[in-house]
């Protein structure tokens, strides 16, 4: 018979967002000495009292401790008790300072009051009508979530999903999970496939069962296209769900039959598509099809004395490849402007604009980014806009304008077109009137888009359109060794390294992780604010190549919490805490909220009683805490999420710890990301094998060659 502990939670030691693995401390009674208490446990909170069944055991670490195998939550059974519970963030409404009025007043009958009679909450001073609905509606959630985290917890599932699964699935929670665990993998981010095939497995569904094999491909489909992937070939696909379902590809090939036939995804010959990325490449190629039948009525004469009077106008005289990138936007509706840093995108596209606004045009500037929106607004006078906020994005219909309200341009400059994914760049090309000019900005040696595709080299490889590539370095910025040494980097060769010389450009040569993580907390606290007059969190971006390791992002960025921010306002949701002044980033589109992957803000607020985070982007957006995992940490970002943003100083890691990360396109992304200084941490050797690394990850994309159809089609 196993035995049975009863007590009060007096601290968490730890507990593991994702399998609820908890370490507590356990008031027994009057014991003066707190138990240890280890197991999975759901949603407890400090101040419960909870039933356990288990069985003592010895530790040759930690000492004498009770793993338990099941557990059941009691109230508190003292007044102290019931306000640290009350108190500690688990109903929404009642922070600390509430809970200890309500507490005050109530005593030992505060519980049954909320639970019976919570109108009489009404008598605690300060509590007004619609604190109480508040707490009501709290009360009632939070009974409810628990009991989706006790089930949930029973088949394996982590515990910091439960609020996620009772918000979008209200009473009928556990019904619907019951009755199709799979939808979980559907409908809510963040739990994927596998926990959802935990449950159905512990809920009996057969290993071939058809709904399960569906499940499973659009799960493998769905991690390629986290990866870039825009298809699959049917042969990586079947083998791929053969490793992660354990099913013969007999099976599977009929149940991607099955999931054909239903518009689960697209077989479009041996090519198989999620729905949405296949009408998005499609899309793409039609738009620009449309936009390419428009012409242009002038001549070479009419253009080149456009160019003379715009050359007189701006007091400039441009080189050769900008008078062509010139002379390829006045007669051309669509083309590719190209080329890395230094080479005069800037320079150029401010000509594109006041040629075409010469000749009568209204000219649109957008990105992908807030930040790199703003860099071109500041760099061209003009406004640009996110291609979100272009195309008015409006929750939950989607984007305002599109083929059948399309923008009211008569020409389009996008920025940082690198950064554009398949189905944003189909988003936008479809908003755009037929008879509009496009012109799309970007350097294409660039990592492609976090997001599936690789559009701008696709793009420039279907030889469809016109494409101006710039590789003239000017003079002024020659002298800038981020710039020199980006173009080394770029063509195979190793970068200029003289610290006793550099401007801009250094290299701290440290071999020991634990040293490089310790030098990047030394250089980003301290030395580079003191000699730059930088500020510490947002002139300074630690960019790594991956998040694992001693010196990836996710342990750098504790190490720098803890050094620039140790004393801000916290809350912590699993293993992360949250301070307020944290510099952080959204991972995900949230078109909610107005947030999307990769934009970068600082919390400004944590409102325990109400249970929110604030924090300040380009507006201020509000997170519940059942959100908090669409932030990250931000003091170091990986490269991918880095790019369309600029820094004044870029610091990163260069180990051989990431040694599949290092390829020549990622370093050259973060170098030329710095607008002022770039200071890299590591070996000579990590560093060589980068810039020897051509290699890129293949993506899976048909659009060069839906291009290439639609030219011969014409």
């Known amino acids: 018979m196993p035995?049975?502990?009863?007590?009060?939670?007096?601290?968490?030691?730890f507990q593991a967002e994702d399998s609820g693995y908890t370490v507590a401390r356990l008031q027994v009674g009057e014991e003066e000495e707190l138990a240890t208490v280890v197991g999975v446990m759901a949603g407890v909170q400090v101040g419960e009292g909870v039933r356990l069944e288990g069985e003592w055991s010895s530790?040759?670490?930690y000492g004498r401790q009770f793993k338990f195998s099941r557990y059941s939550t009691l109230y508190p059974a003292t007044v102290e008790g019931i306000r640290r519970y009350l108190g500690s963030g688990l109903i929404k409404g009642i922070g600390p300072v509430t809970a200890q009025r309500i507490v005050d007043h109530f005593g030992m009958e505060t519980l049954e009051i909320i639970e019976r009679e919570p109108e009489r909450l009404l008598e605690v001073p300060g509590t007004g009508p619609k604190r109480v609905e508040i707490i009501k509606r709290g009360w009632q959630a939070q009974r409810q979530i628990k009991d989706v985290m006790v089930f949930l917890q029973s088949h394996g599932v982590g515990t910091a999903y439960a609020v996620k699964i009772y918000k979008t699935y209200g009473d009928q929670a556990i019904s619907l999970v019951r009755a199709n665990p799979y939808c979980l993998e559907r409908d809510i981010w963040g739990i994927g496939f596998l926990s959802a095939d935990r449950i159905a497995r512990n809920l009996g569904v057969q290993p071939e069962a058809p709904e399960r094999l569906k499940a499973g491909l659009r799960y493998v489909l769905n991690q390629a296209s986290d990866e870039g992937q825009v298809f699959l070939p049917r042969e990586e696909l079947l083998p791929a769900a053969q490793q992660e379902l354990e099913i013969g590809q007999e099976l599977l090939a009929q149940a991607l039959e099955g999931l054909g036939a239903e518009q689960g995804v697209v077989l479009d010959g041996e090519r198989v598509y999620l729905?949405?990325?296949y009408q998005a490449e499609v899309g793409i190629a039609a738009s620009l099809q449309r936009l390419l039948q428009g012409s242009l009525r002038q001549s070479q004469g009419q253009t080149e004395a456009a160019i003379a009077a715009l050359e007189v106008k701006l007091g400039i005289q441009y080189e050769a490849q900008q008078r062509e990138g010139l002379r390829v936007a006045a007669q051309s509706k669509v083309m590719v402007l190209t080329g890395g840093p230094g080479t005069g995108k800037t320079t150029i596209t401010r000509g594109?604009?006041?040629?075409?606004?010469?000749?009568?045009?209204?000219?649109?500037l957008c990105s992908p980014?807030?930040?790199a929106a703003k860099k071109l607004a500041e760099a061209t006078g003009r406004p640009a806009r996110t291609i979100h906020r272009l195309l008015g994005f409006k929750p939950p219909k989607g984007f305002e304008h599109h083929q059948d309200n399309p923008l009211r341009a008569q020409a389009l400059i996008a920025d940082e077109v690198s950064m554009i994914d398949v189905?944003?760049?189909?988003?936008?090309?479809r908003a755009l009137p037929a008879a509009a000019r496009l012109?799309?900005?970007?350097?294409?040696?660039?990592?492609?888009?976090?997001?599936?595709?690789?559009?701008l080299r696709e793009l420039i490889a279907s030889g469809a359109l016109p494409v101006v590539r710039l590789t003239h370095i000017f003079r002024q910025a020659q002298q800038s060794q981020i710039v020199t040494n980006a173009h080394l980097i770029n063509h195979g060769e190793f970068p200029q390294l003289n610290n006793r010389e550099a401007r801009d450009f250094f290299f701290v040569e440290?071999?020991?992780p634990e040293r490089v993580a310790a030098l990047i907390q030394e250089l980003c606290a301290e030395r580079l604010p003191r000699r730059y007059n930088l500020d510490p969190i947002e002139d300074i971006q630690v960019l790594a190549p991956m998040y694992r390791g001693e010196t990836g992002a996710s342990n750098l960025n504790q190490v720098l919490q803890q050094r620039l921010n140790a004393k801000g306002q916290g809350w912590k949701r699993g293993g992360t805490e949250y301070r307020v002044g944290d510099k952080v980033m959204q991972v995900r589109n949230n078109y909610d909220k107005g947030v999307f992957n990769g934009d970068v803000g600082r919390i400004r607020a944590i409102d325990a009683e109400n249970q929110a985070v604030r924090v300040q982007f380009e507006e201020e957006v509000e997170y519940e805490f059942s959100e908090l995992d669409e932030l990250v940490l931000a003091y170091a970002v990986s490269v991918h999420k880095s790019q369309g943003s600029e820094y004044r100083a870029v610091v990163m890691p260069l180990t051989t710890q990431h040694y599949l990360m290092l390829q020549r396109n990622l370093l050259y992304t973060a170098i030329t990301r710095a607008r002022e200084l770039v200071v890299l941490v590591g070996t000579k050797r990590a560093l060589g094998i980068a810039v020897r690394n051509a290699r890129t990850t293949e993506r899976h994309t048909a659009l060069a060659q839906r291009l290439r159809d639609m030219l011969k089609g014409n």
């Open 3 to 13: 035995e049975v502990l009863e007590g009060t939670i007096e601290r968490i030691t």
């Open 423 to 429: 189905p944003l760049m189909h988003s936008l090309l």
């Open 59 to 61: 530790h040759p670490q």
């Open 352 to 364: 594109i604009i006041a040629l075409l606004e010469q000749q009568g045009q209204q000219v649109l």
């Open 439 to 455: 012109v799309l900005v970007g350097d294409v040696d660039q990592l492609p888009s976090v997001g599936p595709g690789k559009v």
């Open 275 to 277: 729905p949405p990325l």
């Open 510 to 512: 440290e071999e020991e």
């Open 369 to 371: 980014t807030g930040r």
